[in-house]
């Protein structure tokens, strides 16, 4: 059996449940798809792109160790996707389709409207889960419920985890390459050089691995303490390596649990902080699954939209700028315009300063992030920015 495995925000070949399940049964071809269009419709800004365009390269030379193909479609919106794909799986003649399960609404839509292309073709789709550690739909309340706040979800997570969460698959034996040539990667994108963000956010699994070890090497014991000082460098910096899928939250959280002595609570007070930071990425995700709302740009909770937003177009563009004249907030914003990335105390601050002292419209927040970050994940930054 021939299966297309369409990566997305999975820009990997350890711990990826499609492309191992594919090659564990048959023969594997990968393809990715640029859909610049859309993206930018979706906030996605110049350094998310080129982040993701130097993973795909990284990521292109992985698939050729495995004598795995890469072809590349480039589509300028979801909707072109179907038709796309099912004429490459007719040029390769493959026999499935497999890929990861996402959670915004429009993907969902997009991957709906292929799963039924591919059927019409009599073709079967495999869909795997690896976006989060525990799927949406395994964490509810007692009356089957979703979870609304984070703490009793984080306390239902953790009575529920399996070991499926804590155990991460090796990446594919090779395979026998099949006769199809690879597809010539660009080395820019919607007029973004893939080279834009390299220097700071070298993109791929490699990158991906030596900051998750050294992190857990010499920073994750002092976690708790050191990531409220935004001066020191006390954080993973993993954000944008998990934003692509450079490497999988399963994969993060099997390094803090050895070196937690084999434990996700007590032991070593960072290391338990740190893995809370990967439960809130499964909640927002969780969120994002079960309240389709809050992909349509309305408040998580909907009394929200009535609060009466000021219209202040020249003090938001002074707080884009990094020019309030509040010195850790410019600091924040000069650190997300010249870098990309901001220390996750400080996105907090710059966000409570938008909504709360200015009483500017947090969608506005939520988009300028979206814009500027490396990281720029939805569930992630709507998540945040809905706190």
Same mark, same amino acid.
């Given at each position: 059996?021939?299966?297309?495995?369409?990566?997305?925000?999975?820009?990997?070949?350890?711990?990826?449940?499609?492309?191992?399940?594919?090659?564990?049964?048959?023969?594997?071809?990968?393809?990715?798809?640029?859909?610049?269009?859309?993206?930018?419709?979706?906030?996605?800004?110049?350094?998310?792109?080129?982040?993701?365009?130097?993973?795909?390269?990284?990521?292109?030379?992985?698939?050729?160790?495995?004598?795995?193909?890469?072809?590349?479609?480039?589509?300028?919106?979801?909707?072109?996707?179907?038709?796309?794909?099912?004429?490459?799986?007719?040029?390769?003649?493959?026999?499935?389709?497999?890929?990861?399960?996402?959670?915004?609404?429009?993907?969902?839509?997009?991957?709906?409207?292929?799963?039924?292309?591919?059927?019409?073709?009599?073709?079967?789709?495999?869909?795997?889960?690896?976006?989060?550690?525990?799927?949406?739909?395994?964490?509810?309340? @007692?009356?089957?419920?979703?979870?609304?706040?984070?703490?009793?979800?984080?306390?239902?997570?953790?009575?529920?985890?399996?070991?499926?969460?804590?155990?991460?698959?090796?990446?594919?034996?090779?395979?026998?390459?099949?006769?199809?040539?690879?597809?010539?990667?660009?080395?820019?994108?919607?007029?973004?050089?893939?080279?834009?963000?390299?220097?700071?956010?070298?993109?791929?699994?490699?990158?991906?691995?030596?900051?998750?070890?050294?992190?857990?090497?010499?920073?994750?014991?002092?976690?708790?303490?050191?990531?409220?000082?935004?001066?020191?460098?006390?954080?993973?910096?993993?954000?944008?390596?998990?934003?692509?899928?450079?490497?999988?939250?399963?994969?993060?959280?099997?390094?803090?649990?050895?070196?937690?002595?084999?434990?996700?609570?007590?032991?070593?007070?960072?290391?338990?902080?740190?893995?809370?930071?990967?439960?809130?990425?499964?909640?927002?995700?969780?969120?994002?699954?079960?309240?389709?709302?809050?992909?349509?740009?309305?408040?998580?909770?909907?009394?929200?939209?009535?609060?009466?937003?000021?219209?202040?177009?020249?003090?938001?563009?002074?707080?884009?700028?990094?020019?309030?004249?509040?010195?850790?907030?410019?600091?924040?914003?000069?650190?997300?315009?010249?870098?990309?990335?901001?220390?996750?105390?400080?996105?907090?601050?710059?966000?409570?300063?938008?909504?709360?002292?200015?009483?500017?419209?947090?969608?506005?927040?939520?988009?300028?992030?979206?814009?500027?970050?490396?990281?720029?994940?939805?569930?992630? @930054?709507?998540?945040?920015?809905?706190?």
């Amino acid at each position: 059996m021939r299966t297309l495995v369409w990566f997305r925000n999975d820009l990997r070949v350890e711990d990826h449940p499609a492309l191992y399940e594919a090659m564990a049964h048959g023969e594997a071809v990968a393809v990715f798809c640029l859909c610049n269009a859309q993206w930018r419709d979706h906030d996605v800004g110049d350094n998310r792109l080129a982040f993701m365009l130097d993973s795909l390269h990284a990521l292109a030379g992985d698939l050729d160790a495995l004598g795995v193909p890469l072809r590349l479609i480039t589509a300028p919106r979801f909707d072109d996707l179907p038709k796309r794909l099912v004429d490459l799986a007719d040029e390769l003649e493959v026999d499935a389709l497999a890929f990861h399960e996402e959670y915004p609404l429009n993907e969902r839509v997009r991957d709906s409207k292929v799963t039924r292309a591919f059927e019409d073709t009599n073709r079967a789709v495999h869909v795997h889960h690896s976006g989060t550690l525990m799927p949406p739909g395994s964490v509810l309340t @007692n009356d089957g419920d979703p979870y609304t706040v984070f703490t009793p979800f984080k306390k239902r997570w953790l009575s529920t985890v399996g070991p499926d969460a804590l155990a991460p698959l090796p990446r594919p034996k090779p395979q026998r390459r099949p006769d199809i040539d690879n597809a010539d990667l660009p080395e820019q994108t919607d007029g973004v050089p893939r080279d834009r963000v390299a220097g700071r956010w070298p993109g791929g699994f490699e990158e991906a691995q030596r900051r998750l070890n050294a992190f857990i090497e010499d920073r994750i014991a002092r976690y708790d303490d050191d990531r409220d000082f935004p001066a020191l460098d006390g954080t993973s910096t993993l954000s944008p390596y998990l934003s692509a899928g450079a490497i999988s939250a399963r994969q993060c959280l099997a390094a803090a649990h050895d070196a937690n002595d084999g434990r996700l609570r007590g032991g070593n007070a960072g290391i338990e902080t740190w893995i809370d930071e990967l439960i809130w990425r499964d909640f927002y995700r969780h969120v994002i699954a079960q309240f389709p709302h809050v992909s349509r740009g309305e408040a998580f909770r909907r009394e929200m939209d009535r609060v009466p937003w000021r219209h202040a177009p020249e003090e938001l563009e002074a707080w884009k700028a990094g020019r309030t004249g509040y010195p850790l907030v410019d600091a924040a914003m000069r650190q997300l315009a010249d870098t990309g990335w901001m220390h996750n105390r400080l996105r907090m601050v710059t966000a409570m300063f938008l909504t709360k002292h200015l009483l500017i419209d947090w969608r506005e927040g939520e988009r300028h992030f979206m814009h500027e970050l490396v990281d720029g994940d939805f569930a992630a @930054n709507n998540g945040g920015w809905q706190w």
